[in-house]
């Protein structure tokens, strides 16, 4: 069996981050497990160390510090990693720019834009060293076309979207593969936590039709992670069947 590739997963512990994480467990990865609640990272890491071996890092994406000094803390194994998903973000609210909270506003640039540049800061020199390596930036449809309301949300994903282009340009001489996947409605706890804790509103939002599950969206980072090496899935759009685009979903009544 050929040497298992050590991944690194951000947002491990709940929706896309956990599902993308028990998925490469069985496909010969190992894993460094990167979450801000420990409880939820232990009983991950308990659960898939029965496949593969597991460790995880505490930090908060936001907190440079805190990014920094969990990577340091890794020893040289597992510092060598092979893969990147940067899988941390949220949606904070859903009004119009002219009402719009500017905690929620600094909360989705924080997370969404800068911690996958701080946490991407931490892991690439080594990437770079050794001329090998992939990330996965997972984006947003919302990355692709705005949509009302949607405003800081949808500027923080073209973010992301802008910035794993210049990765792949910047990286491209290093041999490193660069992978966007922008997911369309997947029913995980993204919102509950735009609509901060409404369960009946963020419920609405996946009822009358059958969104994505995270499962969908691991599978497709398995996909791009396990092409030949002279192949990269550069830019991926995942819909459900009853989306059309981020305004256009087909409800049953």
């Known amino acids: 069996m050929p040497q298992k590739r050590t991944a690194i997963i951000t947002g491990a512990t709940s ?13 010969n990865f190992r894993l460094v497990l990167c979450g801000r609640r420990k409880d939820r990272l232990e009983k991950l890491r308990q659960g898939l160390s029965l496949k593969t071996e597991v460790t995880t890092l505490s930090f908060d994406v936001r907190d440079k510090g805190a990014v920094a000094a969990a990577f340091q803390s890794l020893d040289d194994g597992w510092r060598q ?41 931490e892991v690439l020199p080594a990437m770079v060293k050794k001329n090998s390596g992939h990330i996965v930036n997972l984006g947003s449809i919302a990355g692709k076309e705005a949509y009302p309301n949607g405003n800081v949300y949808c500027a923080s994903k073209f973010a992301v979207d802008a910035l794993t282009k210049g990765m792949r340009m910047d990286l491209n001489a290093h041999g490193i593969k660069v992978t966007a996947i922008h997911p369309g409605l997947v029913e995980t706890e993204f919102s509950l936590v735009r609509f901060k804790g409404d369960k009946g509103r963020a419920d609405a939002v996946y009822q009358g039709y059958q969104p994505l599950r995270a499962e969908d969206i691991a599978d497709m980072v398995l996909f791009a992670l396990t092409r030949p090496p002279h192949v990269v899935v550069a830019d991926l759009v995942v819909f459900p069947v009853a989306q059309a685009s981020s305004t256009i979903v087909r409800k049953s009544l």
């Open 15 to 27: 929706g896309i981050g956990e599902a993308t994480a028990s998925l490469l467990a069985g496909h």
């Open 81 to 121: 990693a092979d893969v990147l998903v940067n899988n941390a973000g949220n949606a904070h609210g859903l009004a119009p720019i002219q009402s719009g909270s500017v905690e929620d506003w600094d909360a989705m640039i924080d997370i969404n834009v800068k911690g996958l540049l701080y946490v991407s800061h």
